[in-house]
């Protein structure tokens, strides 16, 4: 496997968590755990199936989430955290926190989730 150059360490964290909904699933599995494709869906309502999979396939390559599909009729998949993932959630609350303190009239923000930061 081709190794992937990047200029400093700060492009190794934008290449794993940079895609348009990486952060926002990894906060909810962060605070929820496990959840099946589904849950995770009815959370982030504006993304498409394709694109979840895709960013969902993203953190499963990065090891940051894990995907156990449970055998049952039908099979139930669920995403669940890893340790990497996890270790992520300081930089994503410093995220929410600068979010908050920076919102302004541009934006409306319409499902707060960071309440607690």
Request: glycine fraction near 4%; proline fraction near 3%.
């Amino acid at each position: 496997m081709d190794k992937i150059k990047v200029v400093c360490e700060i492009e190794v964290t934008i290449k794993m968590i940079g895609g348009k909904y990486k952060a926002l699933i990894l906060e909810y599995l962060i605070k929820n755990r496990s959840q099946r494709f589904s849950e995770i869906h009815r959370y982030i309502n504006n993304v498409s199936q394709r694109t979840l999979t895709n960013q969902l396939r993203e953190l499963e390559a990065d090891g940051l989430i894990k995907r156990t599909v449970f055998p049952e009729v039908p099979p139930r998949v669920e995403y669940s955290i890893t340790e990497k993932g996890d270790s992520l959630s300081e930089i994503l609350e410093l995220m929410c926190t600068w979010g908050a303190e920076n919102l302004d009239e541009r934006f409306e923000l319409t499902d707060p989730q960071c309440s607690e930061c």
